[in-house]
C-alpha cells in the first residue's frame, strides 16, 4: 500500500506541475489531501487524484474531527484526475471531512482529515449593520427594528452567514439556542467548543429575522436578534 500511495503521489506532483502554466485556475491539492471550502450555503470539496483503479472515493463528515465520521455520499466519477464533492446540506458548526478510497483489489485507504474553511473568494470579514438591512426588512413587509445593533458574539456577515466569535469558548460552557422571529423554536447548539464556529445560513432555510440566546454555564448571557439577507455580498 505505502508503493501505491508513493506513485500515486508522484504522479499527482507531475499533474500539478503540468498544470502550472493555468495559473489563473484554481488547483485543488493532490490526494491524500484535498481542499474543503465553506460556500454560500454548501461545503465543496475539491482534490486531484493520481491513483489508479480506484472503485469508489466515499465523502465522510464529523463535527469533532475524530469520532463520528458518517459517509454522506460518493464521488460520482472516482477515476477522474481532477474531482470534486458538494456537500448541500452542512451540518451547524465547524465540519470536518475525510475521504474513503477503495480500490478494484480490496485495499483501501483514507485520505486526510481537513476542516471547512471560508472561501476566500467571497468577503466575510464585515458585520451586516442596521443601514444594510432596513431595506431588505422593509421589502418583505416586516416592521423596523429600532436601535437594532449586531451582536459582539452572534451576528451574520457580508457572505450572509451567521458567525459565532466567543474567544474564552475552551474553558467556559456556552450554548445556544436559535428561534424564528415569532418564536419557534429552530435548533440549538449544546456546546460551543471553539472561539469561532460559521454557521451556513442555509441552514436556517429562508432569509429574515431570527432570535437567538446565547447561555454562559447555564445562565442567559445574550437574549438578541440577526438578520439572513436573501442575497449575500461580494
Known amino acids: ?3 501505491v500511495v508513493r506513485i500515486s503521489l ?5 499533474l500539478l506541475t503540468a498544470f502550472a502554466g493555468k495559473a489563473q485556475d484554481f488547483m485543488p491539492p493532490v490526494l491524500p489531501e484535498f481542499s474543503a471550502s465553506i460556500k454560500t450555503g454548501k461545503i465543496q470539496l475539491d482534490w486531484l487524484s493520481g491513483f489508479r483503479d480506484v472503485k469508489e472515493i466515499g465523502i465522510q463528515r464529523s463535527l469533532d474531527s475524530v469520532l463520528n465520521f458518517n459517509t454522506i455520499g460518493y464521488a460520482s466519477y472516482p477515476m477522474q484526475t481532477r474531482n470534486a464533492y458538494l456537500d448541500n446540506k ?10 474513503f478510497i477503495l480500490f478494484n483489489n480490496g485495499r483501501f485507504m483514507y485520505s486526510k482529515t481537513m476542516l471547512a474553511l471560508s472561501d476566500s473568494t467571497i468577503r466575510a470579514d464585515q458585520k451586516l449593520e442596521y443601514a444594510d438591512i432596513k431595506d431588505a426588512s422593509k421589502e418583505k413587509g416586516e416592521a423596523e427594528r429600532i436601535a437594532w445593533h449586531p451582536s459582539n458574539y452572534i451576528y451574520t456577515t457580508a ?4 458567525n459565532i466569535r466567543l474567544a474564552d469558548a475552551p474553558k467556559k460552557k456556552y450554548s445556544i439556542k436559535f428561534f424564528e422571529s415569532n418564536g419557534t423554536f429552530l435548533f440549538d447548539i449544546d ?5 469561532a464556529l460559521i454557521l451556513e445560513k ?8 431570527f432570535n437567538f440566546e446565547l447561555y454562559e454555564e447555564g445562565k442567559l448571557k445574550e437574549k438578541w436578534s440577526l438578520f439572513i439577507p436573501l442575497n449575500y455580498k461580494m
Open 159 to 162: 457572505d450572509g452567514n451567521v
Open 202 to 209: 442555509a441552514i436556517f432555510m429562508h432569509a429574515g429575522w
Open 10 to 14: 508522484t504522479i499527482g506532483i507531475f
Open 1 to 3: 500500500m505505502k508503493q
Open 90 to 99: 452542512p451540518l451547524p458548526g465547524t465540519n470536518y471531512y475525510r475521504l
Open 191 to 195: 456546546q460551543v467548543k471553539g472561539p
